[in-house]
């Protein structure tokens, strides 16, 4: 009887280790997988997200530019018009 039990336990034991070992070439088959995927995701941030970023720094730079040129040439022609205004003022009183 105890060869019985001995026999039997040990195809338990096999059948068993059988089961994990294919259960950890699955995991180790699914970590793969996860990790191609992660390297997917990284190769498309890389090549979509980074540029697009990078693109609207560059053209919140030109904006930047646009109106800092429209104030300056606002502070200009103010300026001028003062200067001008001035000038008329002093030509009247003489």
């Not at 338990?12 to 088959?29: G, P, W």
Request: aromatic fraction near 10%.
């Amino acid at each position: 009887m105890q060869e019985k039990y001995n026999e039997k336990l040990s195809k338990i034991k096999d059948v068993c280790a059988q089961y994990f070992s294919k259960y950890e070439k699955h995991l180790l088959h699914q970590a793969e997988m996860v990790k191609a995927l992660e390297q997917r995701q990284e190769n498309w941030v890389n090549t979509l997200i980074k540029p697009q970023e990078v693109n609207q720094a560059r053209l919140f730079s030109v904006d930047t530019r646009i109106k800092e040129g429209e104030l300056t040439r606002l502070k200009d022609l103010q300026f001028m018009r003062d200067t001008f205004k001035k000038l008329i003022y002093a030509m009247e009183q003489q």
